[in-house]
Structures are given as structure tokens and as C-alpha cells.
């Protein structure tokens, strides 16, 4: 693989990775409600599901998802009503939050795992790489290698934009003064749960 054939990758993963999503949703309202530390659990659970979905890819089971119907139609309802249920609870919880209450009560390892199955439920990303790799694989140099570039690359690079937008939400965030912007805020991150959760189910199979 070539340093040019890297760059565009990389380009394509910043692309990507900057495109509002599920992760970006979930990286926001953490780090609103929880801080930098709940913000780094969580996107330490994205990665870990991003690089379960890499690893998958790299099997050949990404194949099977890109192709079979049923596999990819159980993923997509799954991880639509997951995210439809964050985004009622947020809803629900708008209207008595409390931030020191919530960095106390929700630990990071909860914010991990819920992290984790955000990114795990989402069929879109695993078929998104099992179509994207093969176009930057290079197929007389080893593989594996040029596999873990590529996810390598991913992952950085979606942890570095994963930043910012918790760092945006951290600006977001000194301007809420009271329980009434901070319910508003609320509705926003679970409305949006919801669209998203919405916009995964109405996904069609390729």
C-alpha cells in the first residue's frame, strides 16, 4: 500500500467519521451530562465496537451481512430499538437532571458498554467497511497487514474526531445555566436518538 492509497483512506475516514451518527449522538449527550471522563469511557466503547466490526470484516463475515438479508435485518430492527429506547429515556429524564447526580449514579463502565452496543447495532457500519476495504487493499501485497492499517487508521481517526465533539458539547454545556436548557438539551440528544433509530430502520438492504 502506498502512502497516496493510505492518504485517501484517510481522507475517507475523516469523511466519515465526521458525518453526524449514532456515535456522535451518543459522544455529545455523554460528555454534556457526564463530563470528559463519562465522554472517554464512551468513546472508548465506540472503538471497542468499530473494532469488533474490523475484525468481523476481517474474517469475511462482513460478507455475510453485505449479502444475507435476514443477518443484516436482525442487526438493523436491533439496533433501531436500542437507540429509539436511549433516546425515551433521555427524553424522560429531561425534566429532572441533575449533573453531579448523574456522574455519580452511571458509571463509566456503564457508559462503556452502552457505548459498545451503539456501535455493535449498527449494520450499516460493518457492510460500510466490508464494501470499503477491498477498494484500498492492494491484492498482491500481504493482506493482513494492509487490514490492520486500514483499521488502525479508522480507529484513530474516529477517536481524534470522537474528541472534538465531545469538546464541542463541553462548550455547549457552560452555557446551561439551569434545569430549564438543560431539559431542552435533553429532548434534543433523545429526539435525535430516536431519528436515528428511525433512519436505521428504514435502512434497505443493499
Same mark, same amino acid.
Given at each position: ?12 475516514? /475523516? ?21 470528559? %471522563?463519562?465522554?472517554a469511557a464512551s468513546i472508548a466503547g465506540l472503538q ?10 476481517? !474474517?469475511?463475515?462482513?460478507? /455475510?451481512?453485505? =449479502? ?23 427524553? =424522560? ?11 455519580? *449514579?452511571?458509571?463509566?463502565? =456503564?457508559?462503556?458498554? %452502552? ?5 455493535? *447495532?449498527?449494520?450499516?457500519?460493518? !457492510?460500510? /467497511? ?7 487493499? !492492494? ?12 483499521? !488502525? ?17 463541553? %462548550?455547549?454545556? *457552560? ?28 435502512? =434497505?438492504?443493499?
Amino acid at each position: 500500500m502506498t502512502f497516496e492509497w493510505w492518504f485517501a483512506y484517510l481522507l475517507t475516514s /475523516l469523511i466519515l467519521s465526521l458525518s453526524p451518527g449514532s456515535g456522535a449522538i451518543n459522544t455529545m449527550s455523554t460528555s454534556i451530562s457526564h463530563g470528559y %471522563r463519562g465522554a472517554a469511557a464512551s468513546i472508548a466503547g465506540l472503538q471497542t465496537g468499530l473494532g469488533i466490526h474490523i475484525v468481523l470484516v476481517g !474474517v469475511g463475515l462482513g460478507t /455475510l451481512f453485505s =449479502r444475507s438479508v435476514l443477518a443484516f435485518e436482525v442487526l438493523k430492527w436491533a439496533g433501531a430499538a436500542y437507540l429509539i429506547w436511549l433516546g425515551i429515556q433521555q427524553w =424522560r429524564a429531561a425534566g429532572a437532571i441533575d449533573l453531579n447526580t448523574l456522574a455519580k *449514579t452511571q458509571s463509566r463502565g =456503564r457508559l462503556f458498554k %452502552r457505548a459498545v452496543f451503539v456501535n455493535l *447495532t449498527n449494520p450499516k457500519s460493518i !457492510v460500510f /467497511l466490508a464494501a470499503l476495504f477491498p477498494q484500498f487493499i !492492494v491484492p498482491h501485497q500481504p493482506q493482513v497487514m494492509q487490514y490492520v492499517v486500514l483499521g !488502525v487508521t479508522t480507529i484513530v481517526v474516529d477517536i481524534i474526531v470522537m474528541i472534538g465533539y465531545a469538546t464541542l458539547a463541553q %462548550r455547549i454545556a *457552560t452555557w446551561i445555566k439551569g434545569p430549564h436548557q438543560m431539559k431542552a438539551l435533553n429532548k434534543v440528544f433523545g429526539s435525535l436518538f430516536m431519528l436515528v433509530g428511525a433512519l436505521l430502520a428504514s435502512a =434497505r438492504h443493499a
